[in-house]
Structure formats: C-alpha cells, structure tokens
C-alpha cells in the first residue's frame, strides 16, 4: 500500500499532464467522517491562469479526483477540473 | 465536515475515556485510496500506550470517532497498542 506523510506533500510542486505547472501545494483536505480525501489547496503559479480553477482567496482548489500521480511531484488532470467546474 | 490537513498537526488527541494520547505529528495518506490512513502521533501518554524506546505510534485512521478541537479515538487496551507499534515498523521499512 503507497502510504505518504502528509507533511512531506506540502510544498510539492503540482502539474499537469503536458507538464506545466500549476502551482505549490498548499494543503489538502479531507472529510473528517471518512477520511475521504477531497481538494488540493495550491499556491498558483505566478504565470498560471486561474480562470478554470475553483479560487479561494490567494489558492486555487483541485478536487482530489483530478490527481493522477503523487511522488516528487503532484499530477493533475486538467480535463478532470473542468468537468467538475 | 472538511478539514484541512495542517490544522491537525500538534492537535491533543484522547480516547474515548477521557485518556490522554498524545499529539499529533503528522498524518499519513493513503495515495490510492485517496483517503487518510493514519495519525503519527508523539509525546505519547505511557499510560494509555506502552511504546518503549520508540518516539510514537501510528493511530489507524478508523479508530478516530470525532475531530474537532481535540481528537478522540475508541480506547483500546495496551495488547492493542502493542500490534499498532509492529505496524508502524513495517511503514518504516516502506520508507
């Protein structure tokens, strides 16, 4: 089972699947009840166009579903933000 | 209710009893499950668990009953405990 400490996850760079970056991340949450992981709060990259994305003051909100990968760095489904939204 | 993972590090976690924990360390997530595996938790209470030399435990996410300004997990007995720290020593080795 691919177990991760969550501290290690903050600050990984987030990505998505053509490589370009997203942003840093910031936190994640989840469901107190379940366990249930439910978004990704990023940093946006300063270039990024934040349009697409769920804004929450200064970060951006990636449901959890969009996660593809997780090791050195975060990858993001882009279409799978945009379906949601 | 959502929480955000960062806001329950250093939080004081009891069981279900009123007994004392410890705090937590960290959280451990299960990236295929998608979900919260476990609590690391240090500055245990030797009285509710018996960890020897080692620095802490790892509290199964599905002992947690509520979480809100503190967190509260089902009290379980020392023999349980015990099995949590074998647990915990088989992640290390996954590191």
Same mark, same amino acid.
């Given at each position: 089972m691919k177990k991760i400490s969550a501290q290690k996850l903050s600050g990984k760079m987030v990505m998505d699947l053509d490589g370009g970056e997203i942003g840093i991340l910031h936190n994640v949450v989840a469901?107190?009840?379940?366990g249930m992981l439910s978004e990704l709060v990023v940093k946006p990259a300063?270039?990024?166009?934040?349009?697409e994305f769920k804004e929450e003051g200064e970060y951006i909100v990636i449901p959890?579903?969009?996660?593809k990968a997780i090791k050195d760095v975060i990858i993001v489904d882009r279409e799978g933000i945009r379906e949601r939204a | 209710m959502e929480i955000e993972l #960062? #806001?329950?590090?250093g939080q004081d976690i009891y069981t279900d009893r009123g007994v004392y924990v410890g705090k937590i360390e960290d959280v451990s997530v299960d990236i295929k499950e998608k979900r919260i595996s476990g609590l690391a938790v240090r500055n245990i209470n030797p009285y509710a668990f018996k @960890?020897? /030399? /080692? /620095?802490g435990v790892i509290i199964p996410y599905?002992? @947690?009953t509520a979480i809100g300004d503190i967190v509260l997990i089902k009290h379980v007995s020392r023999r349980r405990a015990a099995e949590e720290e074998k647990e915990r020593e088989e992640e290390e080795i996954e590191k």
């Amino acid at each position: 089972m691919k177990k991760i400490s969550a501290q290690k996850l903050s600050g990984k760079m987030v990505m998505d699947l053509d490589g370009g970056e997203i942003g840093i991340l910031h936190n994640v949450v989840a469901d107190a009840a379940t366990g249930m992981l439910s978004e990704l709060v990023v940093k946006p990259a300063a270039e990024l166009d934040t349009s697409e994305f769920k804004e929450e003051g200064e970060y951006i909100v990636i449901p959890f579903q969009a996660v593809k990968a997780i090791k050195d760095v975060i990858i993001v489904d882009r279409e799978g933000i945009r379906e949601r939204a | 209710m959502e929480i955000e993972l #960062s #806001s329950l590090y250093g939080q004081d976690i009891y069981t279900d009893r009123g007994v004392y924990v410890g705090k937590i360390e960290d959280v451990s997530v299960d990236i295929k499950e998608k979900r919260i595996s476990g609590l690391a938790v240090r500055n245990i209470n030797p009285y509710a668990f018996k @960890v020897g /030399k /080692k /620095k802490g435990v790892i509290i199964p996410y599905r002992w @947690v009953t509520a979480i809100g300004d503190i967190v509260l997990i089902k009290h379980v007995s020392r023999r349980r405990a015990a099995e949590e720290e074998k647990e915990r020593e088989e992640e290390e080795i996954e590191k």
